[in-house]
């Protein structure tokens, strides 16, 4: 039966209910022009699919209209039997094709975890030797950091200990009077202070080097150095008693003369010379390779380096280094008297061969208490 109520007598549902329907059917209009036009491709679910069967005719009712509850009361008439009807409508325009149902893909099968897990393990245990090794790697480097200091610690107490040991033979020495020979003959005029036998010649190590004197005075000195020893000068107030050089860490005694015995002890002042401050040339003599090897590292002094010396009074002067030479044994001209406060400074050269002296001379700049 057709509903012949106008519209202003339905629902809002009954409305939006048509309004579907007629949408719907629209669109089944445009489709069969599109196939009326060969402009409608058949609809597939996969290349290799069958058709789908033929699907069960489908009811009167309009597929919009079951999915909207039963009308409320007082309206007698039932929509969900048959679609509403207007007048002039047609029962062939509402018959809908069916398409083809579309088949949903199957699920993927789930992957199997026994393989990840496989890999997981690898990793975990890569992970866990690497984590292993820097362990053991930072025991070993902090064992061996260990060993180092351990090593080097020992060596320090040694060459402290050795260290100690010198300077207590070096305050015994000071402690004794060392006597020293009545000269006969002054060794100065003929060749410069300092000279002895090289210790690499372990024949003659810690002796006077004869040699370099004339042959004429060898038997005269030879016996000179040999003669009962005498007690050393009494330090006047105005005697060197100390030497300072900063740059090259000198820090030593002063001892009245330059012969063998005095540079034993430490630095020799030849007597002849000046004292701090006079002018004049003041000479110090020490060993380099031999007794302390005071004047090691002589020749290193720049000429700037500074040189200080203290008097007996405890005054100090500070002379400054203005040349360098390396002269033979026999150029006794360094000991040469000046009208100016210097100080020279020799030893043997080279170190361990001795067949030269090394020569600093510097002027004096200051002087302080």
């Known amino acids: 039966m057709r509903d012949k109520r106008p519209v202003d007598e339905l629902s809002i549902e009954e409305l939006e209910r048509i309004l579907a329907i007629r949408k719907r059917e629209e669109r089944l209009k445009r489709l069969r022009r599109y196939d009326d036009r060969g402009r ?9 699919a069958p058709p789908a069967p033929e699907p069960a005719p489908p009811p009167q009712q309009h597929e919009a209209a079951a999915t909207l509850p039963p009308p409320e009361p007082p309206v007698t008439y039932d929509l969900t039997d048959e679609l509403p009807r207007f007048e002039g409508e047609d029962d062939e325009d509402l018959v809908l094709p ?18 990840r897990s496989r890999v997981r393990g690898a990793w975990d245990k890569l992970l866990l030797a690497i984590e292993v090794v820097g362990v053991v790697g930072i025991v070993l480097i902090l064992a061996y950091g260990g060993y180092l200091i351990a090593t080097e610690n020992r060596r320090i107490e040694a060459l402290d200990q050795k260290s100690a040991e010198i300077q207590q ?18 060794l100065a005029q003929y060749v410069l202070p300092g000279g002895h036998y090289s210790p690499a010649d372990t024949s003659r190590a810690g002796q006077f080097n004869l040699d370099e004197l004339p042959a004429s005075i060898r038997p005269a000195a030879a016996s000179q150095l040999v003669a009962p020893r005498a007690a050393p000068p009494t330090p006047q107030p105005t005697s060197p008693t100390r030497i300072v050089i900063p740059a090259i860490g ?14 034993q002890k430490g630095v020799g002042h030849y007597l002849n010379s000046a004292n701090p401050g ?68 020799i030893t043997c050269h080279p170190y361990r061969v001795d067949t030269q002296r090394y020569v600093v001379f510097a002027d004096l700049v200051g002087e302080s208490f």
Request: glycine share 6%.
């Open 169 to 186: 033979e070096a305050a015994a020495l000071r402690a004794t009077a060392t006597p020293r020979p009545e000269l006969t003959i002054d």
């Open 278 to 345: 006079e002018n004049g040339n003041m000479v110090l003599t020490a060993h380099n390779d031999v007794y302390g090897e005071i004047f090691r590292y002589l020749e290193n002094l720049e000429v700037g380096d500074e040189v200080r010396v203290q008097a007996d009074n405890g005054k100090w002067y500070t002379y400054v280094v203005s040349e360098t030479h390396i002269v033979n044994p026999s150029d006794t001209w360094v000991l040469a008297h000046q009208n100016r406060p210097t100080v020279t400074l």
């Open 250 to 263: 000198v820090d030593a005694a002063i001892y009245g003369g330059d012969d063998w015995y005095a540079l």
């Open 40 to 48: 409608r491709l058949p609809v597939t679910l996969a290349d290799d």
């Open 98 to 115: 069916i398409l083809p149902r579309r088949q949903e893909p199957a699920p993927a099968p789930a992957s199997d975890g026994k393989g």
